[in-house]
């Protein structure tokens, strides 16, 4: 299946700041799937993408479909402390599946 | 609006015994269904998922299996556990037209001793 490559794979946080992070991909993506895991739950979608240079809100978090159609990005504006997680890059792997990179975590500095 | 629940949401089981683990669906009609693994500290690995009833694509060779016996109803079952069976399963669905647009369920954490 196709490789997805998160970056950074952690994150420290503090509360006010942006943070960005991406993804790239070993093939070309027709859509972008970007999603948040709280500890003991199951991911939640927060973003899909489905056309290159695409630019996508929801709420405080912006993602963005690479033109290369092989990269995208998730940043995060304002940062409060329930916005720590792990997120999840995803892009289709054959139909009807997904790949999903490895994810980033995001803590808080203390 | 549609929602996903999965049970039981902690298992501890013995090396050997069977499984069950149940996911259903509501709100939506002929969803895609899937079930995931994940590791402590990983990634997800999709094990199977269905486009209908009966209707089961394997993903990885393992011990486990999956049923679809009802449209919203999706099964992972083992008849042995193994110790490396141990992780967070997650099931999710698509909608019919929306395949990669998938939503998860709460999990269920399999501990096997």
């Known amino acids: 299946g196709q490789q997805l490559n998160q970056s950074p794979q952690s994150m420290f946080i503090q509360e006010g700041e942006d943070v960005s992070m991406n993804c790239t991909s070993s093939s070309i993506f027709n859509t972008w799937l970007w999603y948040k895991q709280d500890p003991g739950e199951g991911p939640v979608l927060l973003i899909a993408l489905y056309k290159a240079g695409e630019l996508t809100s929801n709420g405080r978090l912006t993602a963005q479909f690479g033109i290369t159609r092989k990269d995208s990005f998730l940043n995060i504006s304002a940062s409060i402390p329930s916005d720590v997680g792990i997120y999840f890059c995803a892009g289709p792997s054959g139909d009807y599946k997904l790949s999903f990179g490895a994810g980033t975590t995001v803590t808080v500095r203390a | ?113």
């Open chain 2, 1 to 113: 609006s549609q929602t996903i629940h999965q049970w039981p949401a902690t298992l501890v089981q013995p090396v050997g015994s069977p499984l069950s683990l149940e996911c259903t669906v509501e709100g939506t009609s002929n969803p895609n269904l899937y079930w995931y693994r994940q590791a402590a500290g990983r990634g997800l690995q999709l094990l199977f998922y269905s486009v209908g009833i009966g209707q089961i694509s394997s993903e990885v060779p393992q011990n486990l299996s999956a049923s679809r016996p009802q449209d919203r109803q999706f099964i992972l079952s083992s008849k042995k556990l193994l110790l490396s069976d141990s992780g967070f399963y997650l099931c999710a669905w698509s909608a019919w037209g929306l395949p990669y647009e998938q939503y998860f369920g709460p999990g269920t954490r399999l501990t096997v001793t």
